[in-house]
């Protein structure tokens, strides 16, 4: 990518402040932002009040300019000499980054050891990239080992690995932290009151895509791979994904179509058969809020079977974190197209930005079968004392009668039955339509929504 950042239009700010933070007005990829580095080499980065106060003000001054902040971490936490002015210095530091928040993008990289209060800050980020030395938590292996017994290493306590897998904290690992962080911010306005930059493709938006009339096997049970359906229909086949590790079934990916970026949501067959679990409740409504707050349209790909059964996940609260994802998208006013590609069943398919839930508009390939459940639970629920033979015949007759998109187009709750070859240009007809969406926000102090 050549050089990232500008040489010779960084403007240093409070320069003369002797810590380990630098700040300055940057330009990276031609967008200017303020960008603030911890150094590991003074103090292993150690916080004092003077570097939570030039976080701080690094984090104030990007709200007041409009522009994004970038924040590179490396810092052994609150400097333990200087006291509890450390911890009240990396405290309005927190409190001047959550004040961005849906304001200007706030991207953060780890690039070294991130450890105790600062690792917060991750948390406090849009986005966050990390490299392969990096390492994130708030308790080290030493107090892991001295409360839990179990020894670690910095990487299997706290390593890109984990929390790319795991804590879904990383959203994109990356050798150039600073080239992840600019990848990222392509796709990002420089604050909530305007668009993504628009870049410019030869890829016509009317291409048609006759690949995916093959793409989705025949076979209702069969996998297949999402992205190469979201690959065929965004520009030039360009796509940026996010959190790819972290609860696989769902893809999130940033794109482009008609030369505008777009927040992609997909269900992945290929992982636990697209079903949605606690993680992926999470990675869905949070990427969707993002994609919301910076007015990025979402793009949503159904096919999951429902929500995945289990007693752990309902005792650590599916209930809660399916509903995260049902208030996100019920919340957007970005527009919202959906396509349902195969299955679309039960409470799954409605928190996937159903038509219940208020999208924009909402097509089917003809393979869609849209219903309360599939056809053998359905046969085994309303006919369960049948025989084997009698029960394949009703299931059979059930597939007919309900698993297709066309009672869901006679309802309106399906918009269109589309060719699959027609999806690029279907989709790019219906952001085109919806450029001038606007809906009047309700006054209040803010929402209370599951969390």
Not at 425 to 444: D, P, Q, V
Request: neutral net charge.
């Amino acid at each position: 990518m050549g050089s990232l950042v500008t040489p010779g239009l960084g403007v240093p700010v409070r320069a003369g402040i002797d810590g380990t933070v630098a700040v300055g007005v940057e330009e990276v990829d031609g967008r200017r932002v303020v960008r603030a580095r911890t150094s590991s080499g003074r103090r292993r980065g150690a916080l004092a009040r003077e570097d939570g106060e030039s976080l701080a003000h690094a984090a104030k001054l990007a709200l007041e300019a409009r522009i994004p902040l970038l924040v590179e971490l490396a810092s052994s936490g609150a400097d333990v000499s200087v006291g509890l002015d450390a911890l009240h210095g990396w405290g309005s530091a927190a409190a001047s980054i959550a004040a961005c928040s849906g304001v200007v993008p706030v991207l953060a990289a780890a690039v070294g050891p991130v450890i105790s209060g600062p690792a917060l800050l991750l948390g406090l980020s849009d986005l966050v990239v990390m490299n392969p030395s990096a390492v994130a938590f708030l308790s080290g292996p030493a107090m892991v080992e001295a409360f839990t017994g179990v020894r670690l290493s910095p990487q299997a306590l706290g390593g890109p690995r984990v929390h790319a897998t795991t804590s879904g904290v990383c959203a994109l690992e990356a050798d150039d932290a600073m080239a992840g962080m600019a990848r990222l911010l392509s796709f990002l306005p420089d604050h909530a009151d305007v668009e993504a930059p628009r870049v410019p493709s030869d890829d016509p938006p009317e291409r048609v895509t006759p690949e995916l009339r093959s793409v989705v096997p025949a076979h209702e049970r069969a996998s297949y791979d999402v992205r190469d359906v979201v690959s065929l229909v965004v520009d030039d086949g360009i796509v940026c994904e996010l959190w790819r590790r972290w609860a696989p079934q769902l893809v999130t990916a940033f794109g482009r179509l008609d030369g505008r970026a777009v927040g992609v949501v997909a269900n992945q067959p290929r992982a636990l058969a697209g079903t949605l679990d606690i993680a992926a409740s999470q990675k869905a409504a949070r990427f969707v809020r993002l994609c919301d707050a910076f007015n990025l349209p979402i793009l949503t790909f159904v096919d999951t079977p429902g929500f995945l059964p289990g007693k752990d996940l309902e005792w650590r609260g599916m209930i809660r974190h399916g509903a995260e994802l049902a208030f996100a998208y019920a919340d957007a006013t970005v527009p919202r197209l959906c396509v349902i590609l195969r299955k679309a069943f039960g409470g799954a398919y409605i928190v996937m930005d159903s038509r219940g839930l208020g999208n924009d508009l909402c097509f089917a390939w003809p393979q869609a079968q849209i219903a309360v459940m599939g056809a053998p639970g359905a046969v085994q629920i309303l006919h369960r004392s049948t025989s084997e033979e009698d029960r394949r015949r009703r299931e059979d007759e059930y597939r007919a009668r309900y698993l297709a998109p066309w009672p869901a187009a006679e309802r309106g709750f399906v918009d269109e039955v589309i060719d699959p070859a027609e999806t690029r240009r279907a989709l790019a007809a219906g952001l085109r339509a919806l450029s001038t969406k606007r809906e009047i926000l309700r006054r209040r102090k803010h929402d209370s929504g599951p969390l």
